[in-house]
């Protein structure tokens, strides 16, 4: 992996660690005072490590799938929660990593996905034929 995959791979790390630290001193400092957004910030968390991870490995297949669903969640994610955080501001009354489309981590989560999925697309993995030689990286 290099260039624009090797950036959002870091992009994705730094905000996987981000988020969970964020969830964590959240959950263990005052989960009672907003269990639904600190629990939806630990779950962005999970999504953002498992992405990170499918992103390094995605040239295999399963990686690739696993990208794809992670990615996708992670889109579903922060476009309904950004409008749900919208429209009933009372469901959070502490802010998630996915609240107003990533406002507190200037919109990054909002965008990221979105280029992910591009990258995706770009970048399907190599199929082999039975018989034939992997190609060579050069």
Do not use: C, K, N
């Amino acid at each position: 992996m290099t260039g624009i995959g090797r950036v959002l791979v870091v992009v994705y790390a730094v905000l996987a660690l981000a988020a969970a630290g964020r969830s964590l001193v959240q959950i263990i400092e005052r989960f009672a005072h907003a269990p639904l957004a600190f629990t939806l910030s630990a779950v962005s968390a999970l999504v953002y490590i498992l992405a990170t991870l499918a992103l390094v490995f995605s040239a295999s297949r399963p990686w690739y799938r696993i990208a794809w669903v992670a990615i996708s969640f992670e889109l579903v994610g922060v476009l309904a929660i950004g409008t749900l955080s919208l429209v009933r501001p009372d469901l959070f009354p502490e802010p998630t990593v996915w609240s107003f489309y990533g406002i507190g981590y200037v919109f990054v989560p909002l965008v990221l996905p979105f280029l992910g999925l591009w990258w995706l697309v770009a970048h399907r993995p190599v199929t082999v034929a039975a018989g034939e030689a992997a190609p060579t990286v050069s």
